[in-house]
Antibody
Framework: QVQLVESGGGVVQPGRSLRLSCAAS????????MHWVRQAPGKGLEWVAVIWYDGSNQNYADAVKGRFTISRDNSKNTLYLQMNSLRVDDTAVYFC??????????????WGQGTLVTVSS | EVVMTQSPATLSVSPGERATLSCRASQSVSSKIGWYQQKPGQAPRLLIY???TRATGIPARFSGSGSGTEFTLTISSVQSEDFAVYYC??????????FGQGTKVEIK
């Protein structure tokens, strides 16, 4: 069955960096686009970034553009989110999610359980 | 950016009753909308895509309708396991893909 397991979250000071990972299993990882979506405590869902199945293209929300980088290693079935210059308002649970197809690129049909990132001094 | 607005914020229903959740887009998104269910401490689960197609394994009591800017998620007979927060999401115009703020379905 499809499994997505995030790791790398934690407490970090404003201005510092953190890298999140998402280990995928149970499907052909290299055939699917992948997203990062975040959820601030007690708030709704916010799309963060997407990467094409082959890593050839990426897109970002304005709130993270220039600070976050999404990447993937298809040989390791792993998705990454490099987060630099972190701000207090980046505090959230970060979910990785699979996009079901090119036609439904913006949709997410399977989600990991999330990893909490807390930005605080 | 397409703004998605959900109503009501909270819906109180008794088990067995019908629940109707609404989602409005600030501009037409065709039928490119999905609905997700999220329970406390859990990841979202995809229920509906393309406005009205149930995702794999989703019970028939969940149905979606609408196109353009007005969409509805209906739970025909709410079960105990359906009490959760529901989000709509448009995936027609991007970036960014955008979510509504959520509707909490609670026990009356």
């Amino acid at each position: 069955q499809v499994q997505l397991v995030e790791s790398g979250g934690g407490v970090v000071q404003p201005g510092r960096s953190l890298r999140l990972s998402c280990a995928a299993s149970g499907f052909s990882f290299s055939a699917y686009g992948m997203h990062w979506v975040r959820q601030a405590p007690g708030k709704g869902l916010e799309w963060v970034a997407v990467i094409w199945y082959d890593g050839s293209n990426q897109n970002y929300a304005d709130a993270v553009k220039g600070r976050f980088t999404i990447s993937r290693d298809n040989s390791k079935n792993t998705l990454y989110l490099q987060m630099n210059s972190l701000r207090v308002d980046d505090t959230a649970v970060y979910f990785c999610a699979r996009s079901p197809s090119v036609v439904l690129l913006g949709l997410s049909d399977f989600w990991g359980q999330g990893t909490l990132v807390t930005v605080s001094s | 950016e397409v703004v998605m607005t959900q109503s009501p914020a909270t819906l109180s229903v008794s088990p067995g009753e019908r629940a109707t959740l609404s989602c409005r887009a600030s501009q037409s998104v065709s039928s490119k909308i999905g609905w997700y269910q999220q329970k406390p401490g859990q990841a979202p689960r995809l229920l509906i895509y393309d406005a009205s197609t149930r995702a794999t394994g989703i019970p028939a009591r969940f149905s979606g309708s609408g196109s353009g800017t007005e969409f509805t998620l209906t739970i025909s007979s709410v079960q105990s396991e359906d009490f959760a927060v529901y989000y709509c999401q448009q995936y027609n115009k991007w970036p960014p893909w955008t979510f509504g703020q959520g509707t909490k379905v609670e026990i009356k």
